[in-house]
Nanobody, 126 residues
Framework: QVQLVESGGGLVQAGGSLRLSCAASGRTFSDYTMGWFHQTPGKEREFVAAISWSGSTTFYADSVKGRFTISRDNAKNTVYLQMNSLKPEDAAVYYC???????????????????WGQGTQVTVSS
């Protein structure tokens, strides 16, 4: 089992920045691809970004490319999502997810991931 705990959400004005963190425990963190997804009420959970076990490969949803950066620190068992130039449409609950994989191919579907955090709310005021 892998336990994931997100933090860093909050209220920010449009154009502002937030950094989300996801702390993992329970297994060898560096054996896992990590992803970030978001979800708004009544909508499906959507892919935001993912990073391979090594950190060498990253992938982003088109809507966040150039604004968001995913990174990981395997020594700290933590994955980050730096969110810049936030827009009102970025407001959502953000979830961290883990997939056991030593491939550089990262998954973009919720079903690709085995473990999920409880989510952290991001609110963007216009």
């Amino acid at each position: 089992q892998v336990q994931l705990v997100e933090s860093g959400g909050g209220l920010v004005q449009a154009g502002g920045s937030l950094r989300l963190s996801c702390a993992a425990s329970g297994r060898t963190f560096s054996d896992y691809t990590m992803g970030w997804f978001h979800q708004t009420p009544g909508k499906e959970r959507e892919f935001v970004a993912a990073i391979s076990w090594s950190g060498s490969t990253t992938f982003y949803a088109d809507s966040v490319k150039g604004r968001f950066t995913i990174s990981r620190d395997n020594a700290k068992n933590t994955v980050y999502l730096q969110m810049n130039s936030l827009k009102p449409e970025d407001a959502a609950v953000y979830y961290c997810a883990a997939r056991h994989s030593l491939s550089e191919i990262v998954g973009r579907l919720p079903g690709n991931y085995d473990y999920w955090g409880q989510g952290t709310q991001v609110t963007v005021s216009s």
